[in-house]
């Protein structure tokens, strides 16, 4: 009479066992911590949109027919930055953001030069010339931020921005000259630097995707009114004497980056 209800006590046994060894069908479910009100970005990207315009035009109108002048302005800068960034609100942050731009520029040309007291009877050489106008471009900006979303994990989180900027420019001019017939180094070579302190603005446009509560990857558009001047160059004036002169540089543009952020 017992059989029947020992084995149905054994088969209850081997089915507990089976269960609860088997795998599960699906796997669990990971769960994250809330995500962290302060953040570090590290992004790189590039700078465009800065011209040297004043100064190419003006040097390169120098050089008269049939010799000729070729220039090249900034162009696209490489760029890297960092920002901190503080949310007293899930979608409102403040940020504080530093960046460094290496904008290049380059001419070469020939011309005839032109000595004060030589009378016009007497040759002078044509010379060839090279020259570089080279910044870095440190930018200090101050912004507010509005997140149109809370931040998640596995979702994206656009923002807008603006603020002020403050810009420290290292300005470096350089130029050489050659003797076109001998190849020969002629004269003095100019190698001019300045600093500069230029105030500016900026809006932005960004994106975080949020792979963990504390690691997401970055992306920002930002554009930038901003320009300093320069006035290290000296010209000779109507009766042949040297006179400073200045250009305005225009570092206003556009950056576009990517980089990673940390939360925390």
Not at 150 to 157: H, I, L, M, Y
Not at 196 to 204: F, I, N, Q, R, Y
């Amino acid at each position: 009479m017992l059989r029947p209800a020992t084995a149905l006590l054994g088969a209850c046994v081997l089915l507990h066992v089976t269960l609860a060894t088997a795998e599960p069908i699906l796997k669990p479910h990971k769960y994250y911590g809330p995500i962290p009100q302060s953040s570090l970005a590290l992004r790189v990207g590039m700078l465009g949109g800065a011209e040297n315009t004043q100064m190419v035009d003006f040097l390169d109108g120098r050089v008269q027919p049939p010799f000729e002048a070729i220039s090249s302005d900034f162009g696209n800068a490489f760029m890297v930055e960092a920002a901190y960034v503080r949310k007293p609100h899930p979608q409102f942050g403040v940020r504080l953001d530093a960046s460094y731009s290496r904008l290049r520029s380059d001419g070469t040309g020939n011309f005839v030069s032109q000595v004060p007291g030589v009378p016009d009877s007497i040759p002078l050489p044509a010379l060839r010339y090279h020259r570089e106008f080279n910044v870095d471009l440190f930018v200090l900006e101050a912004s507010g931020i509005y997140f149109f979303s809370n931040a998640a994990v596995n979702d994206f989180q656009t923002y807008v921005g603006g603020g002020f900027s403050v810009g420290f420019p290292h300005q470096v001019y350089t130029e050489t000259y050659t003797d076109e017939d001998t190849g020969e180094p002629y004269g003095t070579n100019l190698d001019l630097s300045e600093w500069d302190v230029s105030a500016g603005v900026h809006a932005l446009l960004g994106l975080n995707y949020y792979l963990t509560n504390t690691f997401a990857i970055n992306g920002e558009a930002r554009v930038q009114l901003m320009e300093s001047r320069f006035d290290q160059l000296e010209t000779p004036n109507e009766v042949g004497d040297p006179e400073q002169v200045g250009f305005v540089i225009d570092y206003t543009g556009f950056y576009v980056a990517v980089g990673v952020l940390w939360a925390f």
